[in-house]
C-alpha cells in the first residue's frame, strides 16, 4: 500500500511566477473560490525534479465555508500529478492542448472543517502525496470508478471506519480543464468503510460512491448499509442479477511457466502449467471474481502494480474472440497470461478457494491452490508477504 510521505506546513503561496500548469489548477478552483486569491500551499519538501522523493510540487487548499449540500470543509487539489512546468523536468509535454497533461489528472479531496479556525490538516497532503507515489512508482492512473484500498484509517488515527477510498468524479468541479499544457481531470476521493468498499467490489463502486458523501468525515461511525439496511439486499440482488463491474485489479503479481518458457516475450506463446502468484489483497478478491465475473460469463484481470505489462486474465468459457482456446487454455501475448477457466475448472476452483473468505487470522499462509488435472497453480502470498522472483531463464 502507498506509504504516508512527510509534507511541509501550510503556508500561503509566494508571489513569484506562477508555472503555466499550477495557473491553470489555480484559476479552476477561484472559480470555486474566488476570495481566495492566495490559498494556502503544503509545499513538498523534496521534489522529484530537485532529486527528492516527493512527486508533488505541493498541494492546494481551499477553505469552504459549507452551504446547503455540504457542511464546512477543506478542499485539496494536488499539483503535480499533471505537467506544471512544461520543460520535461518532470513529465513529457502534451503534443497538443487537448492531450493529457503529464498524467492528465490532478487528485480532489474535501474533508470535513472541524471548527472555522482550525488549520487544515497535515495527514491529508501526506495521504495525497502517498498516492501520487503509487501512481509516479507504477505508471497506475487513478481516475472516477476506481477504489483504493488502505491499510488502516486514512488519517492514522485508531478508531476511524474510514478505511479505504472510492473514487468519483468532483462534481464542484469541471470534468476536464483544458489549458496551454494539455488537459487535466479532477477525480473525487471519497473516505469509505469495510463493508462499503466490499459492496462496490462485489457490485458497482460508480453506485456505491454516488451514495456518500462528498465530504468525508473522520467522523462518520455509521456505514451506508447502518443507516439503510435494506441496501444489503439490493446490493446483493444487483450483483447475482448483473455480476460485478469489476474487471481489474491492479495488485503485486508474478506468474511463470513450470515447464520453462516456450517462446519469445513479443509473440503469442503457449504456457504448459503457469504458477501465478498473487498479493494477499488480490488473492482475497478471487472468489467474489470467479462468483461475480467467471459465472457471468466476464473474464477478470489481475495487473502487475509494477508496470511493465504483467497482467493475468481469467477467461470462462463464454467469451470469445481471445487468444486461448480449448486445445490451447493458456497462451501468452508478451508478459500478459491468457488462462481459459472452463466451467469444471470453475466449480473446482469455486469451490477450493471459497476458504479465502474465512478470516485472514484462521488460515496459513502462503495458500498455495493446484489442479494438477488442468495444469494451474495459483498461490496467494500473507499479507505483507513479498513475491517470489521468477527464475532467470523465465521470460516473465
Known sequence: APVAAPVAAPVAAPDEAVPPGL???????????????????????????????????????????????????????????????????????A??????????????????????????????????????????????????GDFVPWPGPLDGSRDSRLQHLLLASDPRLPPCAQGPLGSVRFPLLLGATADELAAAQAWSVPAIASMLPIVTDMRRGESLFDLHPELREMVRDQQEQHGSGLAAVTCRLMWLDEDGPSGGAAEVTT???????????????????????????????????????????????????????????YAARGLWLHALISDELLEQMDYEMHCLRLPPDRQEWPRCFRWESKGLAITVHGPGATLPDPPPDSPI
Open 23 to 93: 495557473e491553470l489548477l489555480r484559476t479552476t478552483c477561484l472559480a470555486l473560490y474566488p476570495s481566495q486569491t492566495c490559498p494556502l500551499h503544503f509545499y513538498s519538501v523534496l521534489k522529484y525534479w530537485q532529486g527528492g522523493p516527493d512527486p508533488l510540487d505541493c498541494v492546494l487548499a481551499f477553505a469552504h465555508p459549507g452551504d446547503s449540500e455540504v457542511s464546512p470543509h477543506w478542499h485539496f487539489v494536488t499539483a503535480g500529478l499533471s505537467d506544471l512546468h512544461g520543460d520535461g523536468r518532470v513529465h513529457e509535454r
Open 95 to 144: 503534443a497538443g492542448p487537448g492531450d493529457a497533461s503529464g498524467f492528465g489528472f490532478e487528485l480532489s479531496f474535501r474533508v470535513r472543517r472541524e471548527d472555522p479556525i482550525s488549520p487544515p490538516p497535515q495527514w491529508a497532503a501526506r495521504l495525497l502525496q502517498s498516492l501520487a507515489r503509487y501512481v509516479f512508482a507504477t505508471g497506475c492512473l487513478i481516475s472516477a
Open 271 to 329: 504456457v504448459s502449467r503457469p504458477h501465478i502468484h498473487v498479493s494477499h489483497e488480490a488473492g482475497l478478491a478471487l472468489p467474489d471474481a470467479l462468483e461475480s465475473r467467471l459465472r457471468k460469463g466476464r473474464h477478470f484481470t489481475l495487473v502487475s502494480a509494477g508496470g511493465g505489462g504483467h497482467a493475468v486474465s481469467l477467461v470462462p468459457s463464454a467469451v470469445r474472440g481471445v487468444v486461448v482456446t480449448e486445445e490451447l487454455p
